[in-house]
């Protein structure tokens, strides 16, 4: 099918589901046919990233580009990921597919200079916070960077794998708190740069969405204008806040 968009997820399962839910909600369609075709990899036993990176644990790379491939045979002409540590791999990723594979970093960091904001905060995994993916795209923009120390970002994990446990109402008031100390930090707006965090902070995105850059909704809206070029249509897309 011609413009069929492919997610490799799984990564949690929870983040897949509510990437499928921001496609059905900022998708412009007045009936089921004018929805963007999509086939989903929600399969979890893809190795925790995080483990992989940072204890030495089994790498995801063999099954995500395993279930890469399917996707492709599958039919889909671009692929999405609703995983941002994932993307430590998205080179190997990309060299082993033969379409398009949209990158969640890049499509969050163009929703961030939008913002034309300088101090950005930064809620994410300890791997992605490790390896630099946002802070290094964030400080050769000239912009500065505000992360958790240590201990909060002992508990910006904890709160993430509650939400993978079950426990989303732990998982939220813990979140917000250290949402919270960086904005006390002098955060202007924060990027949600764990597909996962924007799921335990639905309610405050809802109520301050200017306050938050959610990865997710950016990749969303950069797979709908990718369709929108595909398919030749126009304002496919409803707005930045579905």
């Known amino acids: 099918m011609k413009g069929l968009i492919g997610v490799l997820g799984g990564m949690g399962p929870a983040a897949t589901v509510d990437l499928f839910n921001k496609f059905v909600t900022y998708t412009v369609a007045n009936k089921d046919q004018e929805h963007i ?38 039919g889909a002409e671009c692929i999405v990921i609703p995983c941002n540590t994932a993307h430590f791999w998205f080179n190997e990723l990309k060299e082993a597919c033969h379409v398009d594979i949209l990158n969640i970093v890049e499509t969050t960091m163009n929703e961030v200079l939008a913002t034309k ?70 955060a202007e707006v924060i990027v949600l740069g764990c597909t996962e965090v924007p799921v335990i902070l639905e309610n405050e995105t809802r109520e301050y969405p200017d306050k938050y850059i959610d990865s997710t909704s950016s990749l969303v809206r950069a797979s709908i204008h990718w369709y929108e070029n595909r398919m030749d249509k126009q304002n496919l897309i409803i707005n930045k806040n579905g």
Request: glycine content about 4%; overall charge positive; some cysteine.
């Open 117 to 186: 904001k300088k101090n950005i905060g930064l809620l994410a995994t300890n791997a992605t916070m490790s390896m630099g993916l946002y802070q290094k795209n964030i400080e050769s923009k000239h912009l500065n960077c505000i992360t958790p120390d240590k201990a909060s970002q002992e508990q910006v994990m904890k709160s993430i794998y509650l939400l993978k446990s079950g426990n989303k109402k732990m998982a939220e008031r813990i979140m917000k708190e250290q949402a919270n100390l960086l904005f006390q930090k002098g």
């Open 37 to 74: 075709p999509l086939i989903i990899s929600s399969i979890p036993d893809i190795p925790d990233r995080t483990e992989a990176l940072l204890n030495h644990g089994k790498s995801p790379l063999p099954l995500m580009t395993d279930y890469l491939k399917k996707l492709e045979n599958a």
